[in-house]
């Protein structure tokens, strides 16, 4: 996501995703729009506002009704996503951000809680805070004077949604907040790994369920909301089962250690030939033995056939070179792919030297070996002689 930070709350950075600048307008007008369903909905039971639908209505009332409405909204899911955060933080789990966008709220932990009470409490955090809002907002409704319609109808469409975000959330559509929660309680006589996996498969199913619903109702919302458990749910699945193969995994157990480079002044098609050669697809760029760049295939692919005898490798490279030390976790390596859009990273030692590189490949590899194997933390496999 494309965001930028607009504040900070407990030291924790508040993000606005550029989706949300587009989803913000977009409620204002609808719960402009629907003020007179609003009013009636508060006038029934339980609320019994007695509100003035007449005068909620009249002139451009309603727009800034709305407006009101839609900010205090995305307030409470502010709220909601700090809620997690400083139980997490209480736990010892930095935060990296909040972040508003087009379907709420994120919070980003830096380092997710395998121990099953601390990740029930964080969950559990955030529905807590909606309810708490929920209460409060319902407090203002019924003890503000009816003089002052257009704020008691403000908090009574906020105790609605906060209530109901509350209750959503609880539902069991991992990775929602229900969904840790199950997870968290599963893992109580399970594994994490396998608890993510049973959390997940439900997570799954009530996306499915979700979806046909939004497709019934040509509900665009419930729709993309499906579609983001889904992906989630299939997503940290399989991290977790990552972490868990990778545990006790370093970066040098699976780099490749005899390391093929080009030179920065070959040309591109020479540089082409190797690839076929050797079936590799990415090698680090040396100048005077000293590393200056890294070379792909798509690098070499964006140059003409018939220029390729004049163009170097210098003039294609990126001169970007990520490295991490070999004694990094496995998954700090793919982390640190994912961070920078690359598939492969140099590998130094203690003293900053060029030790070995490390791919998604070998990444995969090395996963494959200790799933088939059922070996985890010092895998039995055979180191690859270049890359």
């Known amino acids: 996501m494309r965001s930028f930070k607009v504040g900070s709350a407990f030291g924790i950075p508040i993000k606005l995703d550029v989706t949300f600048l587009l989803i913000l307008p977009v409620f204002a007008y609808l719960i402009g729009t629907q003020v007179d369903l609003w009013v009636s909905v508060l006038n029934g039971a339980p609320f019994e506002a007695n509100l003035d639908a007449a005068a909620l209505t009249a002139g451009n009332t309603q727009w ?127 594994s994490f790994a396998r608890a993510t996996q049973i959390a997940a498969e439900v997570g799954k199913l009530f996306a499915v369920v979700l979806g046909i619903a939004g497709i019934i109702g040509f509900n665009l919302v419930l729709i993309a909301i499906a579609f983001f458990i889904y992906v989630g749910a299939s997503g940290e699945a399989q991290r977790t089962v990552m972490n868990a193969a990778f545990e006790g995994v370093s970066v040098a157990d699976i780099m490749t250690e005899e390391v093929h480079t080009v030179d920065a002044d070959d040309s591109v098609a020479a540089l082409m030939e190797r690839m076929l050669d050797e079936r590799h697809t990415g090698y680090p760029v040396l100048r005077d033995g000293n590393l200056v760049g890294m070379v792909t295939l798509d690098d070499a692919r964006d140059v003409n056939a018939v220029e390729r005898d004049a163009i170097r490798v210098e003039d294609v490279m990126s001169a970007d070179v990520y490295t991490i030390p070999s004694s990094s976790d496995a998954m700090d390596a793919l982390d640190a792919m994912q961070e920078h859009g690359v598939g492969r990273l140099v590998v130094v030692d203690a003293d900053g030297e060029m030790a070995g590189l490390v791919s998604r490949t070998d990444l995969m590899t090395a996963l494959d070996i200790i799933q088939s194997t059922g070996v985890s933390g010092e895998p039995a496999m055979p180191r690859a002689s270049g890359r």
């Not at 709305?66 to 502010?78: K, N, Q």
Request: glycine content about 12%; cysteine-free; overall charge neutral.
């Open 64 to 190: 800034y009704l709305g407006a009101a409405a839609a900010v205090g909204l995305f307030a409470g899911v502010v709220l909601h996503e700090l809620g997690h955060s400083v139980v997490a933080m209480r736990y010892g789990f930095p935060i990296d951000s909040i972040t508003l966008w087009i379907l709420g709220g994120i919070a980003s932990l830096s380092e997710q809680p395998e121990e099953w009470s601390q990740e029930f409490w964080i969950a559990v955090a955030g529905p807590l805070v909606s309810i708490a809002l929920g209460g409060l907002s319902l407090g203002a409704l019924r003890f503000l004077p009816a003089s002052l319609d257009a704020f008691r109808f403000v908090f009574g469409y906020l105790a609605l949604m906060n209530f109901a975000l509350a209750a959503f959330n609880l539902l069991p559509g991992f990775p929602m907040d229900g969904g840790r929660v199950l997870r968290a309680l599963l893992a109580r006589t399970r």
